[in-house]
């Protein structure tokens, strides 16, 4: 008697290689058709020391161009909140951007912040549990202080109260740290919504950094 066989035959089929997830991020980097102006003295300066110091000029950057007067206004508030002296450290601002941001979702910050966490930190895992949820990171007292007070402001900013100050003085914050904390997290809710009004797009090579 013939031995039946169980054998299958399958077909391979061809498929294309899939496209990069950030394909023409660094290309159409917002939904709208705003063409630059010609960068001021100060700012086309200020483009040259991104490019000495990060390789690239950040797309917001980019995106803010084509209005001078919004584009310096930005570039200024951002660099005093973000890089001046202030009882917060770079990363504990960095920290605060994230969290903000992951509670609005917003793609650009989130990409571009989580990126600076985790440089700064020197932990891939603590940029990651940022972007994802901040509550589940092993964090310090200050810091979960810092982040539940910047979260709460984000979310429900009408039930801030003396209690939520109160708690971020028990951490060890003082009140010129606390407007910090407000003034930071008020920024990147600004800037959230116009990242997500306009489908700002992040600089792919954020994503490969500090990994």
């Known amino acids: 008697m013939a031995k039946s066989s169980n054998k299958i035959v399958t077909k391979k089929i061809a498929t294309k290689p899939r496209a990069s997830a950030t394909e023409g991020d660094d290309t159409a980097i917002t939904a709208f058709a705003l063409p630059p102006e010609p960068l001021s003295p100060e700012m086309a300066a200020y483009f040259e020391k991104c490019e000495e110091k990060l390789g ?79 509550r589940a990171a092993r964090l310090s007292p200050r810091e979960r202080a810092m982040l539940d007070f910047a979260v709460k402001l984000t979310a429900e900013p009408w039930s801030v109260e003396d209690e939520d100050r109160a708690a971020l003085r028990r951490a060890g914050f003082g009140d010129r740290d606390i407007w910090d904390i407000a003034a930071v997290a008020g920024f990147f809710n600004m800037s959230n919504r116009i990242a997500s009004a306009t489908d700002m797009r992040p600089n792919s090579v954020y994503h490969g950094q500090a990994r």
Do not use: T, W
């Open 56 to 134: 690239f000029v950040p797309n917001v950057l980019k995106a803010y161009a084509f209005d001078n007067a919004k584009l310096s206004a930005f570039v200024a508030m951002y660099n005093d909140l973000m890089l001046a002296p202030s009882g917060l450290s770079k990363l504990e601002r960095e920290m605060i951007a994230v969290a903000v941001s992951s509670h609005n979702r917003c793609y650009y910050c989130l990409v571009a912040h989580g990126a600076a966490v985790r440089a700064l930190s020197g932990d891939p895992a603590l940029g990651e549990l940022m972007v994802m949820n901040y």
